[in-house]
């Protein structure tokens, strides 16, 4: 809308206004004038890299890796968009780039997210010998680049510096996608329970919503873990015979990111009474992949397990280690990445990407739904 500011002549400046509300402004809004983004490689647009990301997962810098939409690698581990440059779209905003990039355009948002990030910090899986957790960054670490990017602004909290930090939130959507699926991983090998992950990894990002809460954050989403035990690399980590459920998923996996899931909607909960002012979405992410995985042809994939990128063939192409997965010397991936839920064992394919997040635009799996958040912020600036 600025640019028509720019127009020489105010009677037709306002025509067009007049017309551009009633009619334009609809399909192609603004609602947000920047999006603040923290999460793990699901939504990592780029602060990892080959050398920095998680062991496992070793060529991401390079093709296959973006070889739907970017046609080159953008460290996205994807084959295209992720989740949240589907919300950017929606957004009408530029991808939102990563913190690293000090040379990048922030004006629009910024990337926090961390592929192979965890939530727990670092130390905690090295003083329990956890060979998996390599990746030194936690969700105190983005809180932290957060802090330094806003530093300039002076904003401390909503408090002691409101104009400060009114600035820093205004017009902003808070993004925190799913969060801690690395904590549970890092665990394999170690003596740590998934119960314990589950406690002090809600009480991590619970610590960092409230921190973001206290310094003015108003419009909130919060993605919740996936379907874990359907990925690739769940059905590789456990014993061939390990109870399946409904869907034919590792089903302990699925009902730890249930529970995980379960524990940290609890807590948003006490989030809404305590911040009644702001709104805090919770993304239902984990019945939206289900409902995927149970109805796989209605959104046209033929390959609900079989990754597209891997190597070693059979039901999941698919060998956890950084000298058979995609990328490596001697692996390939599939002709038709639409067609196949997950890219390369962990990681899901933009097609399936594009399916979740529309899922969740509209409305479904999500409590309250997207349009009501835009909504709220709608009526805020009215
Ligand atoms: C990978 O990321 C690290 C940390 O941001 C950076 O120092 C390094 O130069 C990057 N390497 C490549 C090959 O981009
Ligand atoms: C960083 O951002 C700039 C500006 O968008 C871009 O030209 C450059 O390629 C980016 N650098 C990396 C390593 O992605
Ligand atoms: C980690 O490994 C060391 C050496 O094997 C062992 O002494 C120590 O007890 C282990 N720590 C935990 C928390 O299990
Ligand atoms: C787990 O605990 C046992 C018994 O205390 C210990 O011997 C072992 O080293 C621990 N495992 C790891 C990976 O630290």
């Given at each position: 809308m600025s640019s028509f500011l720019t127009?020489?002549?105010?009677?037709?400046?306002?025509?067009?206004?007049?017309?551009?509300?009633i009619s334009l402004a609809i399909p192609n809004p603004r609602p947000f004038k920047k999006v603040y983004v923290f999460g793990d490689s699901y939504t990592d647009t780029g602060n990892t890299n080959d050398s920095t990301g998680p062991s496992i997962f070793h060529h991401v810098s390079a093709l296959p890796y973006g070889k739907s939409f970017f046609h080159h690698s953008t460290n996205r581990y994807s084959d295209g968009r992720l989740f949240i440059d589907f919300i950017a779209e929606s957004l009408n905003l530029p991808y939102f780039p990563p913190y690293l990039n000090k040379t990048a355009d922030t004006t629009h948002g910024v990337n926090f997210a961390v592929g192979g990030c965890t939530?727990?910090?670092?130390?905690?899986?090295?003083?329990?010998?956890?060979?998996?957790?390599?990746v030194p960054q936690s969700l105190p670490t983005q809180l932290t680049w957060f802090k330094d990017h806003i530093k300039g602004s002076g904003?401390?909290?909503?408090?002691?510096?409101?104009?400060?930090?009114?600035a820093v939130f205004d017009g902003a959507l808070v993004w925190i996608g799913e969060m801690s699926a690395n904590d549970y991983t890092n665990i394999y090998g170690t003596n740590v329970t998934s119960k314990t992950i589950q406690k002090l990894a809600v009480m991590y990002q619970t610590k960092i919503l409230k921190e973001l809460l206290k310094m003015g954050a108003k419009y909130v989403v919060v993605q919740g873990l996936p379907a874990t035990g359907c990925f690739p690399l769940s059905f590789a980590l456990v014993s061939p015979t390990a109870e399946r459920d409904d869907l034919g998923c590792v089903a302990m996996k699925n009902?730890?990111?249930y529970d995980h899931n379960m524990a940290l909607q609890a807590k948003l909960h006490h989030l809404r009474t305590e911040f009644p002012s702001a709104v805090i979405v919770?993304?239902?992410d984990w019945h939206a992949y289900r409902e995927v995985y149970a109805n796989a042809a209605k959104y046209e994939f033929t390959q609900r397990f079989k990754t597209c990128c891997g190597s070693g063939g059979g039901e999941l192409n698919f060998i956890p280690s950084p000298l058979t997965t995609c990328g490596a010397p001697?692996?390939?991936?599939?002709?038709?990445?639409?067609?196949?839920?997950?890219?390369?064992?962990?990681?899901?394919?933009?097609?399936?990407?594009?399916?979740l997040s529309k899922m969740f635009l509209d409305g479904a799996f999500a409590q309250p739904s997207f349009p009501h958040l835009l909504a709220k912020a709608a009526e805020s600036k009215a």
């Open positions: 127009f020489p002549l105010v009677t037709l400046f306002i025509s067009i206004f007049v017309f551009s509300t939530t727990i910090p670092i130390s905690f899986y090295n003083k329990n010998n956890a060979s998996l957790a390599v904003c401390k909290n909503i408090v002691s510096t409101p104009t400060e930090c009114t009902k730890e990111s919770y993304g239902d001697g692996t390939s991936s599939c002709k038709h990445p639409s067609r196949f839920m997950s890219w390369d064992g962990l990681h899901v394919t933009q097609g399936l990407n594009k399916v």
